[in-house]
């Protein structure tokens, strides 16, 4: 299951909506070459359709198998992942961003303070304008004469607009005229039955699905171009529907939209519901051309319908491909302590998840650094895993030790440096401890780079631990700290128990144990990594 | 049934909106002809005006929705009956222009009106009476 965040939700839609919009450009340009274009209710129905998907699409992710498509280069990771991984090696927590080869660090705070701020400031000038022309549409039709009632559709004549337009609200269809046009018979129908057109487009309903798409990604362009274009399309549609009605004379029509715009120009539109001139100015002269041109062809519905099948199914691709751009991949407890317990469905070795396993858990997995280190432990790993196996087996081990190299050197069969405290091979012995267990170690040669030899000198090293401790857990902390640092622990504490010993810092490497727990979760459930 | 009442009270309460000039012009045919037919606006507004009957009778009925006219049912049609007088109409219209125009003071109107007219020795004198009486009360 991939992860689904409100974040990434939003992201995705803003990537598939900057999608919706270029397609809509595309499929108006193509068929403006067409000869005959496109019907425009078509390109309307395929327009609407893409805005349409673009809001659900991003939770298509959940379904998938896969996180994400996106190349790890290509993504940014979450800020909380990151200020939980102390390990990375940063001074304060903040935001990577990481794009190609190039990335850049932010302060956290400040970037996360600054964006919050930006879009709540954004989203409320929104809104108070949204709210503002709610009240001016309510007005206009709160103090407008009913002249016509059909139903559920009322035909109000207001003098506070110079425009015709058309509004919904739940079972109530609304075409409001300028008292102005009564006077003029014809003109009086023309604007009618265009703004009913709006009613039958169903324009008025989707005003609302517009509204909230600007209001939502009010600070993405490419969301109100597509809103302007599906709004123009409307418009083209209403046109080209009243074209086609024999009653209708397109010349009257014409003159109709140019009187209309002419006392438009007066005022302002008010923008909250579907107009007979829209924006007036260079659409209708585009939608007057588009009137006494040639006829549309209407397609046939199968070419639409596998038009607007391949358009959904780019956008849905996209969706996956962008399901997880901001990268949270923590484990919750009660995530770690599900696969613990199908990992020890097969194995004796107790795993042991508690809240220091999941936090170095976490600071393994869910930063790229932490990954990338994993990654590549593991990969090396499969140079040994076959050998090392073979002796675990051999000498009944659990094969649960093949986490400890991981932890110890990465799998790296790297030899000592300067310090002579510090280990080599890949289960990192140190040179007294080495030469316990029969390994040369002087200038000339070191056994502990014989991978054979120093995983034969472990296992002998574990199995007498486990038969001093009785525990595994003990055995791991007496292999990090010494089996007499443990038994000093257990008698000062009174306690045998490892977590309890960690608790009271009896400790060598800090979350050793916890570590080792944690590459051990990972070995058994590699996906954490994919 | 109360709600219903108190709804009516408080319409009845509510000014009259003001007229547009095409209403205003259908209003002073109704004004000066009496209750009549939609029909009969028709014919008066012409030669000057040429409406369709459905222009005619949608402005009738905003003139209904106003208040400014009732209708009553006469055969297959309807008779509109001005609801609101011509004088109290100029006394709202007046009222309106002093509070709007006038910033609320009646002397500065008359003032303009004086002013701005030429007012014929008749119509001056016919002014001064009616101040005359006014001032007796």
């Known amino acids: 299951m991939a992860e689904l965040t409100p974040i990434n939700v939003y992201i995705c839609a803003n990537v598939l909506l900057v999608l919706a919009s270029a397609l809509l450009d595309g499929l108006r340009a193509v068929s403006s070459r067409l000869q005959p274009p496109m019907a425009y209710r078509h390109q309307l129905r395929l327009g609407q359709a893409m805005a349409l998907a673009a809001l659900p699409l991003p939770l298509l992710g959940s379904f998938s198998g896969r996180s994400s498509l996106l190349p790890q280069t290509a993504q940014v990771w979450s800020a909380p992942a990151l200020r939980d991984a102390a390990s990375v090696p940063l001074t304060e927590p903040q935001a990577l961003v990481s794009l190609g080869s190039s990335s850049a660090f932010l302060p956290l705070d400040v970037a996360s303070r600054v964006l919050t701020v930006l879009f709540a400031a954004g989203l409320l000038v929104v809104l108070a304008r949204l709210a503002r022309d709610a009240a001016a ?15 559920s559709a009322r035909i109000l004549a207001s003098e506070q607009t110079c425009v015709p337009f058309s509004f919904w609200l739940p079972g109530r269809h609304f075409v409001v005229v300028p008292a102005a046009l009564v006077l003029s018979r014809d003109d009086l129908q023309l604007a009618i039955r265009h703004e009913a057109q709006h009613h039958r487009q169903h324009d008025t309903k989707l005003l609302y699905l517009h509204q909230l798409l600007e209001a939502a990604f009010f600070w993405n362009p490419a969301v109100h171009r597509l809103a302007r274009q599906l709004r123009e399309l409307q418009e083209f549609a209403c046109d080209e529907a009243l074209g086609r009605q024999r009653s209708v004379s397109t010349t009257d029509y014409c003159q109709c939209l140019l009187r209309v715009a002419e006392a438009a120009t007066q005022r302002r539109r008010a923008p909250l519901h579907a107009s007979l001139v829209g924006s007036a100015g260079k ?87 932490g990954r990338a280190s994993l990654q590549a432990g593991l990969a090396r790993m499969k140079e040994y895993e076959g050998r090392i196996t073979a002796q675990l087996v051999r000498h009944g081990m659990p094969l649960e030790l093949l986490a400890v190299p991981l932890v110890e ?50 296992i002998r090293l574990f199995s007498a631990l486990h038969r001093q401790f009785d525990d595994w857990g003990l055995a791991l902390l007496g292999y990090n700290a010494g089996s007499q640092d443990v038994e000093r622990a257990m008698i000062e504490t009174g306690s045998c128990d490892v977590w309890s010993l960690i608790e009271q810092g009896h400790e060598n490497d800090r979350g050793y144990v916890p570590r080792v727990m944690a590459a051990i979760l990972i070995l058994k459930n590699p996906s954490l990594l994919d | 049934m109360a709600a219903s009442k108190a709804n009516k009270r408080s319409r009845a309460a509510k000014p009259l909106k003001e007229l547009t000039a095409v209403e205003l012009e259908m209003m002073n045919v109704i004004w000066r002809i009496g209750p009549c037919s939609v029909a009969q606006v028709q014919d008066s507004l012409r030669p000057q005006r040429e ?76 002014i001064e009476q009616l101040l005359r009486e006014k001032a007796k009360g």
């Open chain 2, 51 to 126: 409406l369709a009957y459905t222009s005619v009778s949608t402005v009738v009925r905003i003139l209904e929705q106003k208040g400014y006219v009732t209708s009553e049912k006469q055969g297959r049609g309807h008779l509109y009956h001005a609801a609101v007088s011509k004088q109290s109409y100029q006394a709202s219209s007046l009222t309106r222009i002093v509070h709007h125009v006038f910033d609320g003071a009646p002397s500065l109107l008359v003032q303009r009106l004086l002013d701005s007219e030429a007012l014929a020795p008749d119509e001056l004198a016919q």
């Open chain 1, 409 to 458: 050197s990465g799998y790296r069969n790297q030899p000592q440096g300067d310090d002579p405290r510090h280990g080599a091979g890949l289960w990192m012995f140190i040179a007294p401890m080495a030469r316990n267990f029969d390994l040369r170690v002087d200038a000339d040669r070191d056994d502990r780079l014989d991978v054979a030899a120093e995983t034969d000198a472990a």
């Open chain 1, 283 to 369: 659409l209708l002269k585009r939608r007057i051309e588009a009137l006494l041109a040639q006829p549309a062809a209407y397609s046939s519905r199968s070419v639409v319908l596998s038009l607007g099948a391949a358009l959904l199914t780019l956008l849905a691709t996209t969706a996956l491909a962008f399901t997880s751009t901001i990268h949270d991949r923590r484990v919750s407890a009660r995530e770690a302590a599900q696969m613990a317990a199908l990992a020890q469905r097969d194995s004796a070795f107790p795993i042991v998840v508690n809240d220091s396993v999941v936090r170095e858990l976490n600071r393994l997995i869910s930063t790229p650094d």
């Open chain 1, 137 to 151: 549409t309510a007005r206009i039709i709160g103090g407008a004469q009913t002249i016509r009632q059909y139903r």
